[in-house]
């Protein structure tokens, strides 16, 4: 299976273990973002997975570049030039102390790029899916028309589309995501997004929910859903459910709507979360993966949990984990045991 994704790489200092932002002398460097992980999680799984964007010309794109082409992934359609890479600053938090990301992302390579930039239709050729997230758009009017070019092109080209949500709200209001995400949705297949995500992003709100306080309503989330798919005609609407008791210990479940049914999955205790950025990416690529490979809803989502709930373990914003590792613990093996 062919799958592009769509959106930005960025450079990630990481503040070493536990430690704050005053108290750090050195950073630790990985790359990651959300399509990016996206399509590294689908070339660990055995697909054709092809990451399109703009990094700049030198040393830090290529090194950028590299981390993605030495786990399989495509960069054929990476173009080159402008004025920087992105970057953003992590401290890891622990017990009740949340974890913070600071952007330093202003005039990043993809942000300021042209449509001109990208051949759409030599891009989706032979394609089957396309991803993209809410994150890409954030970015500017530039990013925005490159988006939605994308879209149109996928569409022609009869490529299946995915949107995981994902609200940034130091990139852009609600107000403005709303306005742009609207115009995105008629060409989307299949959403993904979190309460927030929807709220922020489409307007809608799972009833009963509160985050905060860990308290999740099923029920409420099916009826968002099936609002959600009636108004945009999705094929279906998926979301993870995290159950934040700390910022080291997570409930971590997820549930999915299409062809009028609903699929929730087992539930996992994550404690303790070794590094929880880009458990959402890894949540969506198994989504990918389950819908493609699967084709049933049940063992989609399964493995998407699966999947992500394994991310947590692992450090950096990518999910090293082959096909399968995720299969034994969606199958049941959560033990944990020492492999010889």
Known sequence: MKIVTL???????????????????TFDVN??????????????????????????????GDSAVNELRRYGVHTDYVARGG?????????????????????????????????????WDEIFKGADWFHFTG?????????????????????????????????RKKLWTSEEAQKVMN?????????IGNEEDAEKCLGFKPEGTDVTSGKLDINGYKKMFEQMVEKYHFKGACASLRESHSATANGWSGIFYTDGKFYQSKHYEINPIVDRVGGGDSFAAGLIYGIMHY?????????????SALKHTIPGDLNHVSLSEVETL??????GRVQR
């Open 31 to 60: 790359y990651g973002g959300g399509e990016a992980n996206v399509a590294l999680s689908l070339a660990n799984y055995g697909d054709e997975a092809y990451f399109v964007s703009k990094v700049p010309t030198g040393e830090i």
């Open 295 to 307: 084709k049933e809803g049940q063992k989609a989502i399964e493995f998407a949990v699966a999947a």
């Open 183 to 191: 115009t995105y949705m008629p060409y989307v297949d299949y959403v």
């Open 83 to 119: 004025e920087r890479l992105g970057i953003y600053f992590l401290e890891t938090g622990d017990s009740m102390r949340p974890s913070k990301v600071i952007y330093d992302r202003a005039h990043s390579s993809i942000s300021e790029a042209d449509e001109s930039d990208f051949n």
């Open 135 to 167: 994150i890409t758009p954030a970015l500017g009017k530039k990013a925005q028309a490159i988006c939605f070019a994308a879209l149109k092109a996928a569409k022609a080209h009869n490529v299946t589309v995915s949107c995981d949500l994902n609200f």
């Open 330 to 335: 969606m199958n049941g093996d959560a033990s």
């Open 7 to 25: 959106g930005e790489i960025m450079m990630r200092l990481s503040t070493p273990g536990f430690t704050r932002f005053v108290q750090a002398n």
